[in-house]
């Protein structure tokens, strides 16, 4: 039920980016922010942790444009505001043939050709990389994109941000959303990859290292001397996994490395007629829309960088020259352990997958073919390869790498995103251990959730090494916090609006897990299923971390849940909606974690879910109830989910939180209440409500 709507002349667009100074200084990430802002107060520049209205470049959507239109169409939209900006892909579950699945992607077309959206069909290739080839991400551009790995986007110097379903269809309908600008984070990269390490080990590495939230909710721009001697494909595999690091953008420089790239780019499209400069019977092809000579010149003339004395909330530095080859896992990416010390421990491997948007382009299956060539997989693996996109295929296998891979006893999967999203053929079976190159391994996230992964590059075995030219096995790097210079916001009250509750009460559940991640919270199983009612959708909500927690949800009716604490980096992952969706539908009004997810907390504020962060809670219910006074290991009882018969009331107004035990005992905690702009979305139903107050109020 959609609450009544606030009245229109609290509008949306003073709720974002307040005044500050004349001139200050800015990253690269605020610079590209700056172009693509919109509605700024004049002389207003955009600085970490503004609220701004963004008109990006593009918006890419894939086999979620279906639920997108649904929601353009549910708030009453009628036409697309600029029909450049979106692009369709069709990558994820590109292996269902079902009549229900062709029928949505033939319905994802025709809307297309309908409003004059560039589509990309299934087989094309995952949309990150197709983005990427086409040009749709370019450097010093803003793309977003309805899914998680729009990181990917900053391997070619492009700010690329992960949006939601309602972002998207907002977009669509007035080309313009909301983004609250992330604190910026830079990392240093000094020295060269020794022979064997890659641009994969460098993230996965990175991920280990830095495991405590360093990078969380962070812009990430990578810097220094090691930058130069990285390929643009490790760039872009570096910058795809910034988002399992917790990061919202992970941006490289433009650099000679990638000005070149370009050019070889131009140089391949020139070829694709037997045109010649001496003879004119033969006509030229045509420009590329956005890969092109004018564009690239312009870019050449216009390199924008960080200013000098620009601020940054730490600076991470990481020499590559002491990286050897490293694992992620198993089921985290949070752990990494290097290669020689993982060999030690003669780990069976059942299935093998060279697939994804991170690690499937062609110098990556260039490099497993030159490791597999007059090999073969062994017995009892099976070894999955799928390329990033048709055109990767195409000249992998002009190239003869596909043929050999294939002659070596690899199963052919088409483009798209198959194993990597737990779809389609290859999926790991209880018990079996996988090894993989694309981007999570989040448990039961590529199959069951009693199998075992781990993340590695192409190159899967220390045979293909050289242990006489690597490094000591632990990486060498350090981490400082810069001083803040910024005037810190004041943690002023707003007032609570008409229509928005006063406090929330009821009872109180703990889920004393850090990082439980999206596929925990809904798991991927369900994600594309279009039709799934809300309330099927409560009914596996945490199922994959709690297969109990619904039932213990709905034994509350007659008390409601009024919050449910968490520990940190709650809804970390994917950028699937329903992960709020489905919390929300279950009977639970407020989250409250250490910290979020960003891409959660955008999820749970367009859809009326209010989030809080309140860590002196999740500490105190983290000494009393978890076993061993941690997180990580479920309560002193062995249940996963705690019910101790507290009761909770978070004030909106002054934001006292105030616990009652059952022996009653009273504890009192504060938090920021949400400000106005959180409440009008709530008021309106959330942002799809919102956006159908606008739509009607410009009719």
Known sequence: MRLPHYPARHGFRRLFAT????????TVIEKVVQRYAVGLPGGKTVRSGDYVMIKPEHVMTHDNTGPVITKFNSIGATRIQDPRQPVFTLDHDVQNKSTKNLSKYASIEK???KYGVDFYPAGRGI?????????????HTLTVASDSHSNMYGGVGCVGTPIVR???AALWATGKTWWQVPRMVKVELKGHLSPGVTGKDVIVALCGSFNNDEVLNAAIEFTGDGVAALTVDDRLTIANMTTEWGALVGIFPVDDTLLQWYENVLTRLELRTFSSPTSSSIPLPPQHPRINRVRLDALRRNIISSDADAEYSSHLVFDLSTLVPHVSGPNSVKVSTPLPTLEESKIKIDKAYLVSCTNSRVSDIAAAASVMKGHHVAPGVEFYIAAASSAVQQESESLGDWETLILSGAKVLPAGCGPCIGLGTGLLEEGQTGISATNRNYKGRMGHPKAQAYLASYICGPTSLNP?????TKP?????????????SAATNDPVLPGFPASFSGTLLFTPQDNLN???????????????????????????YDPGFAELVRSL????????????????????EQAATALKSAGIPVVIAGSFGDIFKRNAINNGLVCLECPDLVRDLTEKYAKGGVRGAGGKDGELTIDKGLCIEVGMVDGNIRIETSLGEHHVYTTRPVGTSVQELWVCGGLEGYILKEIQANS
Request: net charge negative; no cysteine.
């Open 19 to 26: 005044i500050g100074p004349s001139y200050t200084p800015q």
């Open 111 to 113: 809307f297309a050709r």
């Open 127 to 139: 949309g990150h990389q197709v983005l990427v080839e086409e040009g749709y991400a370019f450097p």
């Open 166 to 168: 309602t972002d998207a």
């Open 468 to 472: 006489n030219v690597l490094p000591p």
């Open 476 to 488: 060498t790097y350090s981490i400082s916090a810069a001083p803040s210079t910024a005037k810190s």
């Open 518 to 544: 999206t596929d925990g919270i809904y798991p991927g199983k369900y994600t594309y299923q279009d039709d799934i009612t809300l309330e099927r959708q409560a009914e596996v909500v945490m199922e994959n």
């Open 557 to 576: 009716v007659t008390k409601p849940t009024a919050a449910d604490p968490h520990g940190y980096n709650f809804g970390t992952g994917s950028s699937r």
